[in-house]
C-alpha cells in the first residue's frame, strides 16, 4: 500500500473511508449513551439564584457564578448608524476564557481517526452528542476543579504529545456571545491512546456521513473539524506556517494579560494637575497640551492633548540567516490595548531611559546583545519618529543586527524565528505584526539592494 | 523596455531605482517645506479645557472633545496573571474611528511611484514629515468639517478609482492606542493626478533610501508602504485574494455596529421575572434556569443559565460554479459580539419564528431563493445543534442550495462570491469565517465523494 505523504491527500483518504475496523457500530453505541440517566429541567432564576452558586450582582444585575468562572450575563447595548433598527439591549454571554477545543488524530491501518467523545450537555438536544475528544476551559485544566480533570486534556497542554495539524483561534456565535473565541485544535499523535468507553474513533468520512443526520456531530467538533487545511502552498521557513500559526495562537491563548476602561479620575498612581497627567514616580508617559498654529493644514490653528513619551524607545531585531532564508526573531507581545492582546514585536522593545535604572537580570533578553553588537553586523540603526498628531516627540531607534556565531539557535518560549517571506505572508492580514515589527520588515527591505541580500553580502 | 508583468516584479522594480525625473530634488523640497510658518507650543491642560473643544468629563474625568470627534483619553486598568508588575493603571488614548492611510501609485515611464505629502503634525519632530497621501478619519470624509476635505481622500472612498495594491486593517502602538486600528491601503491609478505643491512622487527606491535619514518618512507612510505584498501563491477564484481582502477590509471599516457591555439590569425593552429574562414582545431569546443530573459529567449535578432561542434559525449557502470552480455566496455580517465587528456568514441567516410576520419587502436578500429552492438543486438540509452547554435546544438548518441559472452573477455590495479553496486559506487565520459559514464549509465537504465534486456530479 502506497502511504499518502502529504497532509491533504491524507485528509482526502481519510474523507474516502465511510467506515473502519476501529469504530463501534455507531447507532447503537450512541443510542446506548444516550440512554444513560441523564436530567436536564428548567427551573426557574429564582430557583437558580436561591441555590450555591449562580447570583445576580446587587449593583448591575449581571448574573454570574459566586466562584468568578464558567460564563456571566451580562447586558449590551448596541447602536448602527445605518441598518435597522438603529438601536437595541440584549443579554449576552460573556465568557473571556479561552476554552480548548481539542481533537486527537491517529492513523489505523494508514487512515486517520479522529477522537470523538459522546458528551452531554444540558441545552442538547437528545442530551448526546460528538464533542471533540477535549472541550476545556482553562479553569478545568490549570486550576483547582471541584470535580475530574477533563480527560486527554493533557494532549493539548503539554508540549510534544503530537504533532499539530490546525491550531486557530475561531469566534463563536456573535449574536449571543461577547467576543467569544475558542482554540481549535487538532493533534495527530502516533503511539498508544486508551479509549475510554465514552470515546470513540472515526474516519473524516464516518463524520462527514453523521453530519446529514440531524443533533449528531455537536457544534464544537463541527468547527474544529472544518478547521482541517485543505491544499495551500505555503513560504517556507525554519518552521511550518502550521508551527509558526500554532505557536501564536498557543500565547494568545496562554495570555495573561486583562485590561478594561476606566474613568481617567481613577487611575491609581496617576496625578492630574494644571499642567499635566502624569504618575507622581516619572514612569513611561506623560498627557500633555499643545497649542497649534500651521497655515497649510485644513483648520489652521488648534489645540488639543498629547501623549508625551518620557524617552527614546528601542526595537531591536536579531536577523540571521537559515537554511538560505533571511529569518527574524520575533517576540508574542502582549500590550494592554492590542485588539486581541498580543502580537508579533520586536525581538527587543525597551524604553531607554529605564537602562540606567534597570539592574541586569531585569532588562529584557537579547537587550545587551542588542546594543553591544559589533559595527560589522549592524545592518540598520536609526531614530524614526511615531504618529506626530497623538505623540509629541515620541522616537524609536529602530536598530537590526545580524546574529554573531555564539547567538543561540533555540528561541525562548515567547520568540519564534520567521523567514522574511513568512512575515510578508502574515503581513495580509491583521493583527499578526505589531507597529514595529512592520517598521522593521520595511527597514530590512530598504537595506536590501543589487549587491546585496537585505543588507548581507549575497553568498 | 520590457514591463514587468506582476506586481511583486513592479515593486522590486522601483526600489531598485533611488531616483527619478518626476520627484524634486527631495532635501530641498523638504527643507522649503519645513521653513513654513508652523508652530506648535506646550500649553497647560487647565489652559487647553478652558479654550472652547477639549473637556474634562465631569463623572469620569475623561477628556474629550466636546464634538465627540478626535479621539479620548481615558483610564485603562489592567492585570497580568503572570509576569511583572501584575497590575496597573495609565491613560490610554481610545479611538473607534477607522481612518484612512491611504497612498496613491503610479507608473511613470514603466516604473511605480508613490504619492506622498510633506504633512505638518504637532507632535513631529522637525514638525514636517512625509506623510501618506491621504490620512483621514472618518469625520475628515463622510461629515461636516470646519475646514476642507482631505486632499485626494475620494481616490479612496469612491469606487473604481483605481486597482487596490494593498488593503488591510493594522493595529497602533498597543501601549498607548486602545484596539487602534487604521485602513492601510494602496490605489494604483493610470489617469492623471494633479499634484497639489505639498505632495511628491516617490520611487520605492527613493523612500527606502530617505528611511536611513531619521524623522524624514513618518509612522503612517512606514506602515502603508510596509504593506506591499511580496510574492505570495495563492488560491484561485473568480476575484483574487486581495480583491477579497480589500472587499472584506472595506466592510469593516464602514462597520457602522457599536456595542458596549452595560448592567443587566440597565437593557432597554427587557424583564426580568422570577422565571426567565426576556423582551415584553417575544424577542428571538430568553436567558432561562436549568438544573442537571449526569453521572457521567465531571460534576454529577448542577444548576446554571442557559440562552433559549424562541425558534429555529436558517443559515442558507448559495453555491455555484464558476470558472471550473465551486464557489460560494458569503455575506460581510456585523453581528454584535464580534471581536472585530464583522465575520464573513452564510448567504442569509434567520429567525424562521419572524418568517410569518415579516413583509416581503423586509425579508433578507436570497431568502426566498433559498426557501424555494427545488428539490434537485438541494445540496445539503439538516438541522444541527449549537452548543449545549450554553444555550437551550438551539437548532440552525444549514441548508446548501445550488444556483439556478437565473441566479445574479453579480452580488450585492455585501455580498461576495468566493471559491471553497479560497475559503479554506481564510479559515487558518482567525475572524475571518463565522461559526455558521465554518460549519457550512464542512457540510459543503461532506456531500463530495468519489462520484461527486462537492455533491455537483463531476463535469
Request: charge should be neutral; proline fraction near 6%.
Amino acid at each position: 500500500m502506497v502511504m499518502p505523504v502529504d497532509l491533504a491527500s491524507r485528509i482526502a483518504a481519510s474523507a474516502r473511508m465511510t467506515s473502519s475496523p476501529m469504530s463501534p457500530e455507531i447507532d447503537d453505541w450512541l443510542r446506548g449513551k444516550r440512554r444513560q440517566p441523564f436530567e436536564s429541567a428548567d427551573i426557574t432564576l429564582e430557583e437558580l439564584t436561591r441555590s450555591p452558586g449562580w447570583r445576580f450582582a446587587p449593583d448591575t444585575g449581571n448574573l454570574h457564578h459566586e466562584s468568578g468562572r464558567f460564563f456571566t450575563v451580562e447586558g449590551l447595548h448596541v447602536t448602527a448608524e445605518r441598518g435597522h433598527p438603529a438601536e437595541w439591549w440584549q443579554p449576552i454571554l460573556v465568557q473571556r476564557d479561552i476554552a480548548i477545543l481539542g481533537i486527537i488524530a491517529k492513523e489505523f491501518n494508514g487512515v486517520l481517526h479522529f477522537l470523538l467523545q459522546a458528551k452531554m450537555e444540558p441545552g442538547n438536544i437528545d442530551m448526546v452528542q460528538l464533542s471533540p475528544t477535549v472541550q476545556a476551559t482553562s479553569s478545568n485544566y490549570t486550576q483547582v476543579h471541584r470535580g475530574r480533570a477533563a480527560r486527554y486534556v493533557e494532549y493539548f497542554t503539554q508540549p510534544g504529545r503530537g504533532r499539530v495539524l490546525v491550531d486557530t483561534l475561531q469566534s463563536e456565535q456573535g449574536a449571543w456571545f461577547h467576543h467569544k473565541r475558542n482554540r481549535n485544535i487538532v493533534i495527530e499523535v502516533t503511539g498508544d491512546v486508551p479509549v475510554h468507553h465514552d470515546f470513540c474513533w472515526l474516519t473524516l468520512g464516518q463524520i462527514h456521513r453523521l453530519l446529514h443526520r440531524p443533533n449528531v456531530v455537536n457544534m464544537d467538533t463541527r468547527t474544529v473539524v472544518g478547521c482541517l487545511p485543505g491544499t495551500v502552498s505555503e513560504p517556507v521557513g525554519v518552521h511550518t506556517m502550521t508551527e509558526i500559526l500554532s505557536w501564536f495562537t498557543g500565547h494568545k491563548s496562554r495570555q495573561h494579560l486583562s485590561a478594561r476602561l476606566v474613568p481617567l479620575n481613577r487611575l491609581v498612581g496617576w496625578r492630574r494637575d494644571d499642567e499635566r497627567i502624569a504618575r507622581d514616580d516619572g514612569g513611561a508617559f506623560s498627557i500633555v497640551g499643545v497649542s497649534v498654529r500651521a497655515q497649510t493644514r485644513e483648520v489652521t490653528s488648534w489645540k488639543q492633548p498629547l501623549l508625551a513619551p518620557h524617552g527614546l524607545t528601542l526595537a531591536g531585531l536579531v536577523v540571521r540567516r537559515m537554511n538560505g532564508r533571511l529569518h527574524a526573531l520575533v517576540r508574542a507581545e502582549a500590550l494592554p490595548g492590542y485588539r486581541d492582546t498580543i502580537e508579533l514585536g520586536p525581538t527587543v522593545r525597551f524604553m531607554m531611559t529605564d537602562h540606567p535604572t534597570t539592574p541586569a537580570e531585569h532588562r529584557p533578553e537579547f537587550l545587551d546583545h542588542l546594543l553591544s553588537a559589533p559595527r560589522h553586523s549592524v545592518r540598520y540603526d536609526v531614530v524614526q519618529s511615531e504618529e506626530g498628531g497623538r505623540f509629541r516627540h515620541a522616537r524609536t531607534r529602530y536598530l537590526i543586527v545580524e546574529a554573531t556565531d555564539d547567538f543561540p539557535l533555540s528561541a525562548p518560549p515567547d520568540f519564534a524565528w520567521i523567514s522574511v517571506e513568512q512575515l510578508h505572508a502574515l503581513q495580509r492580514h491583521s493583527y499578526y505584526l505589531g507597529i514595529e515589527a512592520r517598521t522593521l520588515l520595511l527597514c530590512l527591505d530598504s537595506v536590501s539592494g543589487p549587491d546585496t541580500d537585505f543588507g548581507f553580502p549575497v553568498r
